[in-house]
């Protein structure tokens, strides 16, 4: 049973920074691509990054609302997924998903709220 548990959610100020992580358990994390995606209060999920496997040379690519901000990242000896958020915004408030995409596989979310 494939597993993954957000963490790193909470409340940051305008301009601020948090990293969120996402422990992967059940698979094979080194081989699949991994995503982030948010859903903020009345929209729709969206795509926020995704990183290929080692295989596919771990190529990231963003959202273009969080290009230059955000950072996406993995540590396949930990099975863990990460999100390094920088100059965040209340734009950026929502509730942050990690993804394994061809799995269908999501996690609970963590919740961020960037607000004075």
């Known amino acids: 049973q494939v597993q993954l548990v957000e963490s790193g959610g909470g409340l940051v100020q305008p301009g601020g920074s948090l990293r969120l992580s996402c422990v992967v358990s059940?698979?094979?994390?080194?081989?699949?691509?991994m995503r982030w995606y948010r859903q903020a209060p009345g929209k729709e999920r969206e795509l926020v990054a995704g990183?290929?496997?080692?295989?596919?040379?771990?190529?990231?690519y963003y959202a273009d609302s969080v290009k230059g901000r955000f950072t996406i990242s993995r540590d396949d000896a930990k099975d863990t997924l990460y999100l390094q958020m920088n100059s965040l915004d209340p734009e950026d408030t929502a509730v942050y998903y990690c993804?394994?995409?061809?799995?269908?596989?999501w996690g609970q979310g963590t919740l961020v709220t960037v607000s004075s």
């Open positions: 993804n394994v995409p061809s799995r269908n596989a």
């Open positions: 059940g698979l094979g994390f080194s081989a699949y691509e």
């Open positions: 990183i290929t496997s080692a295989g596919f040379g771990s190529t990231t």
